[in-house]
Every structure is written in structure tokens, then in C-alpha cells.
């Protein structure tokens, strides 16, 4: 099992670029979710999806959408790139709410 | 904010001995978690500890849970230079759908 895989691992944005964030996982997992964690910092929610086919709102969506295209699959999409979206971006997954999570690698952004 | 806070935000020690990092939340919880984040790479479950539990073992770790102070704490006994990391706690409030970060403690484990 490969658990949660993300891609890219790293890129680089020019502001007002777009780009999608890949994550997959193969753990059969209901819940998904999108963080990012800014230098020294925790890390905080930007969505999540409960469930295939449902999405929220976590701390900090503004500048992002999201899309849980299958129960595997839950994708993070900049339209319009900002440097202050220079972060590294990190997919987990659970069984179910707010139990454990498994989280991918981290996607490294650098939005110039 | 419900976001969980640890003490010390860094914390360094000599190979062997042990390490005690505090984490404290505002509202009630469900459960508590641990995480591990080595440096440059995701974080890692170590341990979850639900409201009604007031002490968990998992091989060196120990995890208090003390719902009054609402504070936990996690004990690295006999650390070693690979437990050098940031490690985080995260709570589960009731009401809420996802579980709150803290901002974490480094460690370091001097060989």
C-alpha cells in the first residue's frame, strides 16, 4: 500500500498562475482533507471532505477550491495564485471524522 | 481560538534522557492525538487518547489527558537522536468535523 500519495512534490507559480493539487489515497478512507503549514507553524485546515461527493470549509478556504473526485481522489485548485499562498500543502486521510489521519508527503509551493 | 497550544515551542536534550512536552485546548474535547513531523516530511500518528481516558502507553511514549486542566502531555522516556522532531497534538472538539493543530514543540535529542 502506497497510503496517501500527493503530486507535484514542488513547484513554482508565477502570481495569477493556477494549478492543481493532486492527492490520492488507497487505504479506502471516507475522509479527506487539505492543510497547509507556513514556516514554524501548525498546521491549518483549508478543506475537507467527510465523505465522496461532499466538501467544507476548514480555516482557511479563501483562494482555494476543492474537488473529492472519488473516494480516492481529493484535488486542491489555486485559480489565481498569490505569493501569500506560498506554503507547503499537505493531503490527509481517515476512516472516518476526526479520527486518526494519514497524512502524503507535503507539496512544496513557492508562488513568485 | 480552539486551536491547541504546546509548551515549550523547543526543547533540547541529551540522548537518554527524557522529554515532556504540554499541550492545552480551550474547549471540551473528544479525543487528543499526537503527531510526529520529521523535518521536510508529513506527520505521523502516535498516539490517541480519548476524554475519558487519563493515561496511554505506546512503547517509549507515555500521554497524560487531564479533561479539568483540559492539558495533555506527552513523555519521550530514554529519547534517542531519531526522535529529533516537531511533534504536535491535535484536538477533537465536539461540534467540529476536523481535529485542531497546535503549532507543535521542537525537539532536539543531542547524540
Known amino acids: 500500500n502506497a497510503g496517501v500519495t500527493q503530486t507535484p512534490k514542488f513547484q513554482v507559480l508565477k502570481t495569477g498562475q493556477s494549478m492543481t493539487l493532486q492527492c490520492a489515497q488507497d487505504m479506502n478512507h471516507n475522509s479527506m482533507y487539505w492543510y497547509r503549514q507556513d514556516p514554524g507553524m501548525g498546521l491549518r485546515l483549508i478543506y475537507y471532505s467527510a465523505s465522496e461527493g461532499t466538501t467544507d470549509k476548514g480555516e482557511v478556504p479563501n483562494g482555494y477550491n476543492v474537488s473529492r473526485l472519488n473516494k480516492r481522489e481529493f484535488s486542491l485548485r489555486l485559480e489565481s495564485a498569490a505569493p501569500s499562498q506560498t506554503s507547503v500543502y499537505f493531503c490527509?486521510?481517515?476512516?472516518?471524522?476526526?479520527?486518526?489521519?494519514?497524512f502524503g508527503p507535503g507539496t512544496r509551493l513557492l508562488v513568485l | 481560538s480552539q486551536q491547541g497550544e504546546e509548551d515549550p515551542q523547543a526543547l533540547s536534550i541529551q540522548e537518554g534522557e527524557n522529554a515532556t512536552m504540554n499541550c492545552s485546548y480551550k474547549t471540551s474535547i473528544n479525543n487528543l492525538q499526537w503527531y510526529r513531523q520529521n523535518s521536510g516530511r508529513g506527520l505521523v500518528h502516535l498516539i490517541l487518547?480519548?476524554?475519558?481516558?487519563r493515561e496511554k502507553h505506546s512503547g517509549r511514549l507515555r500521554v497524560t489527558l487531564d479533561t479539568s486542566k483540559k492539558s495533555s502531555s506527552l513523555l519521550i522516556t530514554a529519547s534517542r537522536a531519531a526522535d529529533t522532531a516537531s511533534y504536535f497534538c491535535?484536538?477533537?472538539?465536539?461540534?467540529?468535523?476536523?481535529?485542531?493543530f497546535g503549532s507543535g514543540t521542537r525537539l532536539q535529542v543531542q547524540p
Open positions: 490527509a486521510s481517515s476512516e472516518a471524522d476526526r479520527e486518526t489521519q494519514y
Open positions: 487518547i480519548r476524554s475519558n481516558e
Open positions: 491535535a484536538t477533537d472538539h465536539t461540534g467540529r468535523r476536523a481535529l485542531t
